[in-house]
């Protein structure tokens, strides 16, 4: 008989990608990890995968058992879910991911309403950037991620569902004293903003290149001279008037309130799309239930307020 927690492993490699990656996920070591996957090539009597440098390279009968395995996944999930359901109350614990903007935005609004509904619910959270979330809601790290549509979710189709959370318009921020504040004004054309010095951040890879690849289609490549981790950073340079940037409109919530700059809406208008992702199987589970709840109405209110 397969065992599942083997199969949980295997199915963890497969979206981490190394043994060591798994390990890590797991708080296990590696030799550890490696042991029970050889304990399931050995009860298979097939071999699964090879290592192929600092990764595996899968094997035909590894490939076969890996498309059988989300099935069998997904099956616990919904027999998971059936059995929380039957509890009178949202118990247990739920543990959350999302990226930078959404954590300052519609994270602490959905715990306060989940907080407040269901008691009784431990909630944990952890901010991720998308493609992090993604794995992270695959191998059974988190309970459910907020993504968006500037990663890629291609390869997790066939282990995630998603469901559409908000739509997310990028703006151009500037200072209050930048040539494009002037008065009355709310909105630029992304051409506009060909000849200024831009502070963005390149080390959010989708982000970037979704920017990047707007500004291709307007004829030009913004001239990036800052580079910065954190919108903070980001926001002093753009203080001194010398710099301009474009940030998701759930990033400039807090900015609005801050005299010194100018959130204008971009022409074209230029947006992504948030996700709920959640491990097939799992969404009859009331506490993931209740989150997509939570950061529905919490979305709601940055709708009403954008």
């Not at 989150?291 to 209110?301: K, Q, R």
Request: aromatic share 6%.
């Amino acid at each position: 008989m397969l065992n599942l927690s083997r199969l949980q492993l295997l199915h963890e490699l497969s979206v981490l990608g190394t043994i060591s990656a798994v390990a890590r996920s797991l708080n296990l070591t590696r030799p550890a990890v490696s042991q029970q996957l050889s304990l399931l090539e050995k009860e298979l009597g097939l071999v699964l995968f090879e290592r192929s440098g600092r990764g595996v390279r899968w094997t035909s009968a590894g490939e076969r058992l890996l498309a059988g395995i989300g099935g069998i996944l997904q099956a616990v999930n919904e027999v998971e879910a059936d059995l929380a359901r039957t509890a009178q109350t949202v118990t247990g614990d739920l543990r959350i991911a999302a990226f930078g903007s959404a954590a300052a935005t519609i994270i602490p609004q959905a715990i306060t309403q989940l907080a407040k509904q269901h008691p009784s619910l431990e909630i944990f959270f952890n901010e991720m950037e998308p493609g992090d979330g993604l794995k992270a809601t695959a191998t059974k790290q988190v309970d459910i991620a907020i993504v968006d549509d500037l990663t890629g979710t291609e390869n997790f189709a066939h282990q995630l569902d998603f469901q559409p959370l908000y739509i997310d318009p990028f703006k151009a921020v500037v200072s209050v004293d930048h040539r494009l504040a002037g008065t009355g004004r709310k909105s630029v054309e992304l051409w506009e903003l060909a000849q200024e010095k831009w502070a963005l951040n390149q080390s959010a890879i989708g982000y970037q290149t979704f920017i990047v690849n707007a500004c291709h289609a307007e004829g030009y490549t913004p001239q990036i001279m800052s580079s910065c981790r954190n919108i903070a950073a980001t926001l002093e340079f753009v203080r001194t008037g010398s710099f301009v940037t474009v940030l998701p409109g759930l990033a400039t919530h807090n900015i609005l309130l801050d005299p010194d700059f100018r959130c204008l809406d971009l022409r074209p208008v230029t947006q992504r799309r948030l996700f709920s992702a959640f491990a097939k199987g799992s969404k009859a589970r009331p506490a993931i239930s209740a989150a997509l709840e939570a950061f529905e109405h919490a979305c709601s209110i940055f709708i009403d307020h954008r």
